[in-house]
T-cell receptor, first 117, second 116 residues
């Protein structure tokens, strides 16, 4: 079964540093997403991306965050200057909803655990 | 605005017991989609089921069953004859498709512990 691949699985960074989280969505999917889960809390929407632009973003997704699809396969989330409160599991997801149908909702990657120290 | 409420924060059952996880949702849209995801201790999100708002048929998959009731805005999940491997956090989630939004709104999750 096709998978969404995220790298790295765990990243430790110092406060104030920039990090880039990488994702390879499923090849025929059209919508891409980042979600965040602070330890022990619920999964929260960050941003959705379609047709090479952001289609939706949440209040969490402030100017410190950016997303990019630099080539035909990768989808990245950049945090410019990390803060302690950015420590969380970050999930990438993709979906085939360009057809207007919802099948499995999304396919999630296994997540990147970001630890800011 | 949409909202998902999972009132049960943690549940513990003894192996082979049946357990029901509750989910109540709120949305103004007539077209929406409901989901359950499982998050085992390893951390990934595992898709379990999707339900459309126009399909109230309940579903059974092995030991899992789901009861969708629009009248009470509920989408409950029952595990029959629970096993230790069912121990995980279970999230109910909603896509409320009005205005072209496909954002998943999650509940806070229910942590299920199955004791051998």
């Amino acid at each position: 079964e096709p998978e969404v691949t995220q790298t790295p699985s765990h990243q430790v960074t110092q406060m104030g540093q920039e990090v880039i989280l990488r994702c390879v969505p499923i090849s025929n999917h059209l919508y891409f997403y980042w979600y965040r889960q602070i330890l022990g809390q619920k999964v929260e929407f960050l941003v959705s991306f379609y047709n090479n632009e952001i289609s939706e973003k949440s209040e969490i997704f402030d100017d410190q965050f950016s997303v990019e699809r630099p080539d035909g396969s990768n989808f990245t989330l950049k945090i410019r200057s990390t803060k302690l409160e950015d420590s969380a599991m970050y999930f990438c997801a993709s979906s085939e909803m360009g057809t207007g149908t919802v099948s499995k909702g999304y396919t999630f990657g296994s997540g990147t655990r970001l630890t800011v120290v | 605005a949409q909202k998902v409420t999972q009132a049960q924060t943690e549940i513990s059952v003894v192996e082979k017991e049946d357990v029901t996880l509750d989910c109540v949702y709120e949305t103004r849209d007539t077209t929406y989609y409901l989901f359950w995801y499982k998050q085992p201790p390893s951390g990934e999100l595992v898709f379990l089921i999707r339900r459309n708002s126009f399909d109230e048929q309940n579903e059974i998959s092995g030991r899992y069953s789901w009861n969708f009731q629009k009248s009470t805005s509920s989408f409950n999940f029952t595990i029959t004859a629970s096993q230790v491997v069912d121990s995980a956090v279970y999230f109910c989630a909603l896509i409320s498709a009005g205005a072209g939004s496909y954002q998943l709104t999650f509940g806070k999750g229910t942590k299920l512990s199955v004791i051998p």
